[in-house]
């Protein structure tokens, strides 16, 4: 349970490492990889063994029913989130940005509007535009240190021509985590205006001490018949290039049309992804991913502190998620000149605010899951880069 020994992902295809300067500006060389949402320490020893184990066995052929893979997830709800699902409602995608799209493909048409509330997981409303939907941006409202919803407001935004509304819990960014009350608000808006209730739980492992992230199915069991729950090992554990999602569909009706779409798509999954997510879901993953919470929550105090020392900026208190929102609007500088220093002055790749819709236009997103020395270090650069602030 190591996460703090520094592990090289430069010259490893690494999208966070190795594409960094072709979109961001900055070297690798002598810059920070904090952008896109994966970890820069090994995944759990129980993966890794399970990984050995089927390299050993040396067949990587095609696989059928695989009876472990469904307990595992089925076990793994069950004892970390009190969820009871049946393994029936379990269908695989290959991760859940393409698990967003199928739904968007399957419950909607070209022109049809899919609802969202912002600041939001950038990739939601490029999947509604890519597939030739509308976007309906409904923003969040900033209530004292956190986020919350404003359903009127968002009602008065409705055309009628909405038929999803892709919900995202925690979310991300800020990493707020929604109460039951919320959840049911926002099942009942879904029911009100009759939009599939497409509900990203991916970032539902990481949670910190202190907060209880409680699944939408338990907040809102009734309207099942509208929902489609989505949830992966990806974040918690580090296996996001294995691109293996959960679109767990408890409908029987809703469930055989996606399953339909898969079919013609000709989608199975890959049998590394299963094997992986039959290990991680497991007791020593269970145990390995509190150690990560324990090692996130360290980074976290120590991002937070030296980021709110440094005047103008101001790191949201997260619930979950390793994924720090960072106002910078005390500074007075525009979105363009606060890019710009922490690109050529701090020299950090950082996933830009404004890409998260309304709402983010001042903040940066700085992913956490990293050593504490990588975390020390991006706020040495960054005090450095606003120090002409303090
Ligand atoms: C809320 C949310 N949904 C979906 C994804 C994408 O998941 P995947 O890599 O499985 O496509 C991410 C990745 O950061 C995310 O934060």
Not at 19 to 24: C, I
Not at 236 to 264: H, K, W, Y
Not at 290 to 313: E, S
């Amino acid at each position: 349970m190591d996460f703090d020994t520094l592990i090289e992902r430069r010259g490893t295809n690494s999208t966070k490492w190795d594409m960094m300067e072709k979109l961001y500006g900055v070297s690798p060389k002598d810059g920070l990889a904090m952008w896109t949402a994966d970890s820069d320490y090994a995944t759990a020893p129980c993966v890794i063994d399970a990984v050995h184990q089927a390299a050993d066995h040396g067949v990587f052929g095609y696989v059928w029913e695989y009876p472990k893979y469904f307990e595992a997830i089925q076990w793994w709800m069950k004892t970390r989130h009190s969820w009871e699902i049946d393994q029936d409602w379990i269908l695989t995608s290959q991760g859940l940005g393409n698990a967003i799209a199928l739904c968007l493909d399957v419950w909607s048409e070209p022109g049809d509007g899919a609802v969202i509330f912002s600041p939001v997981y950038h990739e939601f409303a490029l999947k509604i535009k890519k597939t030739g939907r509308q976007v309906v941006e409904c923003p969040l409202v900033r209530e004292g240190d956190t986020y919350v919803l404003d359903l009127d407001d968002a009602q008065s935004r409705l055309t009628g021509s909405e038929k999803l509304l892709i919900w995202c819990s925690p979310q991300n960014p800020s990493g707020r985590i929604w109460t039951p009350e919320e959840l049911r608000a926002v099942a009942d808006f879904a029911e009100r205006n009759d939009l599939v209730l497409v509900c990203d739980e991916i970032h539902h492992d990481l949670i910190f001490p202190g907060h209880d992230f409680v699944p939408m199915d338990i907040a809102a069991p009734d309207i099942r018949s509208r929902a489609v729950f989505l949830t992966a090992a990806s974040k918690t554990f580090n296996v996001a290039g294995q691109r293996t999602g959960n679109m767990i569909i408890p409908d029987p009706e809703r469930r055989a049309s996606m399953q339909n779409r898969l079919n013609t798509l000709d989608y199975s999954a890959s049998s590394l992804g299963l094997r992986i997510i039959e290990a991680a879901y497991s007791p020593e993953g269970a145990e390995w991913v509190d150690a990560q919470i324990t090692h996130l929550n360290r980074n976290r105090q120590l991002f937070d502190k030296a980021v709110n020392a440094i005047p103008g900026l101001w790191s949201m208190p997260l619930q979950s998620t390793y994924l720090a929102w960072v106002d910078f609007s005390g500074t007075g500088m525009t979105p363009d000149e606060v890019a710009t220093r922490i690109r050529d002055d701090a020299k950090i790749a950082v996933s830009a605010g404004p890409s998260f819709g309304v709402g983010g236009e001042l903040f940066q997103r700085f992913n956490l899951a990293t050593q504490g020395a990588r975390v020390e270090d991006a706020c040495a650069r960054l005090t450095r880069a606003f120090s002409d602030l303090q």
